[in-house]
């Protein structure tokens, strides 16, 4: 089946790589959107003649439309612009590759219409989770995960009539550019280290999420949030090699796992397509070629990004709003070159005992939780 798409972050990694499983299967792409990516939006829109574009950025879009008069493409700006795009009648699908808690409001937009939601935005079900898939189950609307992990859980469940032959979900972890070193050695390294991931090509944020092992985290609250499933029936384990994508084990012992490339083209392409499979252009996995696979425990404890994830999910309400929010400042502070490693968990955990949680929350409880995380970071560091 051929998608009609809304890409929103289409200048990050999934964005781009989205575009290429268009090119390769015949999709066609309505809209597309930007933070201030101005030439690679520009790019875009020639290649692909989406008939909207957005530029989240105001100085952005206005030189965009400069560069766009002659193609006759829709420009537009700010938040409205990108709840525009998400809910774009001609287009049946919306990828979510924007990053943080700003995707929470388009995804509900485009849920609000109905749509299939291609999710690589965890953040929106970390946050706000219950909120999201009543949502969607209220409207009607699909939301199919291209995390790779969640990818590979949500294919392993496609033979599952019933979820209750579940014993346990295992979501597998590369274990970052640090997994093994320890406390004192975590305190010496570098941004530049932090950035160079052993398996995945990412975007900044996400690559420095992956050597905290936070991503990991929001990836375990993100399961509990799609599959419905209690914390002690997810596991976590660090699988170096990056071939298993993730595993479900049911009440009977048997286990199903997700094997392919590290290559993200291979889940945001069955995102758009499922429940067909279809040629496409990810690589396929040479199992000749493959090393040996293996498996082991994490340290939540020398790994605190990781261990405080596991916490708040136990704990709920917006704990997980707050831990998000706290995160992602701490992680634009580390990339701005303002504090060193390990001041991320410390950060967080700051914040986290600082902010209020909410225990039943409502949309505003849920912004208000990562506003208040997010000052509560700038004022240690300030």
Same mark, same amino acid.
């Given at each position: 089946?051929?998608?009609?798409?809304?890409?929103?972050?289409?200048?990050?990694?999934?964005?781009?790589?989205?575009?290429? /499983?268009?090119?390769?299967?015949?999709?066609?792409?309505?809209?597309?959107?930007?933070?201030?990516?101005?030439?690679?939006?520009?790019?875009?829109?020639?290649?692909?003649?989406?008939?909207?574009? /957005?530029?989240?950025?105001?100085?952005?879009?206005?030189?965009?439309?400069?560069?766009?008069?002659?193609?006759?493409?829709?420009?537009?700006?700010?938040?409205?612009?990108?709840?525009?795009?998400?809910?774009?009648?001609?287009?049946?699908?919306?990828?979510?590759?924007?990053?943080?808690?700003?995707?929470?409001?388009?995804?509900?937009?485009?849920?609000?219409?109905?749509?299939?939601?291609?999710?690589?935005?965890?953040?929106?079900? /970390?946050?706000?989770?219950?909120?999201?898939?009543?949502?969607?189950?209220?409207?009607?609307?699909?939301?199919?995960?291209?995390?790779?992990?969640?990818?590979?859980?949500?294919?392993?469940?496609?033979?599952?009539?019933?979820?209750?032959?579940?014993?346990?979900?295992?979501?597998?972890?590369?274990?970052?550019?640090?997994?093994?070193?320890?406390?004192?050695?975590?305190?010496?390294?570098?941004?530049?280290?932090?950035?160079?991931?052993?398996?995945?090509?990412?975007?900044?944020?996400?690559?420095?999420?992956?050597?905290?092992?936070?991503?990991?985290?929001?990836?375990?609250?993100?399961?509990?949030?799609?599959?419905?499933?209690?914390?002690?029936?997810?596991?976590?384990?660090?699988?170096?090699?990056?071939?298993?994508?993730?595993?479900?084990?049911?009440?009977?012992?048997?286990?199903?796992?997700?094997?392919?490339?590290?290559?993200?083209?291979?889940?945001?392409?069955?995102?758009?397509?499922?429940?067909?499979?279809?040629?496409?252009?990810?690589?396929?996995?040479?199992?000749?070629?493959?090393?040996?696979?293996?498996?082991?425990?994490?340290?939540?404890?020398?790994?605190?990004?990781?261990?405080?994830?596991?916490?708040?999910?136990?704990?709920?309400?917006?704990?997980?709003?707050?831990?998000?929010?706290?995160?992602?400042?701490?992680?634009?502070?580390?990339?701005?070159?303002?504090?060193?490693?390990?001041?991320?968990?410390?950060?967080?955990?700051?914040?986290?005992?600082?902010?209020?949680?909410?225990?039943?929350?409502?949309?505003?409880?849920?912004?208000?939780?990562?506003?208040?995380?997010?000052?509560?970071?700038?004022?240690?560091?300030?």
């Amino acid at each position: 089946m051929k998608r009609t798409l809304s890409i929103l972050g289409s200048s990050g990694s999934i964005g781009r790589q989205t575009l290429k /499983v268009a090119e390769a299967c015949g999709h066609r792409v309505a809209a597309i959107a930007v933070n201030r990516s101005v030439g690679l939006a520009e790019a875009q829109v020639r290649k692909f003649k989406p008939g909207l574009a /957005v530029a989240v950025d105001e100085a952005a879009a206005a030189e965009l439309r400069v560069r766009l008069a002659d193609t006759g493409a829709k420009v537009l700006s700010g938040q409205e612009g990108l709840l525009e795009a998400a809910s774009l009648p001609e287009a049946d699908t919306v990828v979510t590759a924007i990053v943080g808690v700003a995707g929470l409001r388009p995804t509900l937009a485009a849920i609000d219409c109905g749509k299939r939601i291609a999710l690589a935005n965890k953040e929106t079900l /970390v946050c706000a989770g219950e909120l999201v898939m009543a949502r969607a189950e209220e409207k009607g609307a699909e939301i199919v995960p291209v995390d790779s992990e969640h990818s590979a859980i949500f294919q392993c469940l496609q033979g599952c009539k019933n979820r209750g032959e579940l014993r346990r979900l295992i979501i597998t972890a590369s274990g970052g550019p640090f997994y093994g070193k320890s406390c004192e050695e975590l305190s010496l390294v570098t941004k530049e280290q932090a950035l160079k991931h052993p398996n995945w090509a990412m975007g900044a944020k996400i690559t420095i999420d992956s050597a905290t092992l936070m991503n990991k985290g929001l990836e375990f609250i993100e399961a509990m949030r799609l599959y419905a499933m209690p914390p002690e029936k997810i596991q976590i384990v660090v699988h170096r090699e990056s071939i298993v994508h993730s595993l479900v084990e049911f009440e009977d012992g048997a286990i199903l796992a997700q094997l392919g490339s590290a290559d993200m083209c291979l889940p945001i392409q069955y995102a758009l397509t499922w429940p067909e499979r279809t040629p496409g252009p990810a690589k396929p996995l040479d199992l000749l070629s493959c090393p040996p696979l293996t498996f082991q425990t994490p340290d939540p404890d020398t790994f605190r990004c990781l261990g405080l994830a596991l916490e708040c999910a136990e704990r709920g309400g917006t704990a997980t709003a707050i831990l998000n929010g706290a995160n992602e400042a701490a992680v634009a502070l580390f990339l701005a070159d303002r504090i060193n490693f390990l001041d991320i968990p410390r950060l967080v955990e700051s914040a986290l005992g600082r902010v209020p949680v909410v225990d039943t929350p409502g949309l505003d409880d849920v912004f208000e939780a990562d506003r208040a995380a997010r000052e509560a970071v700038y004022q240690s560091v300030r």
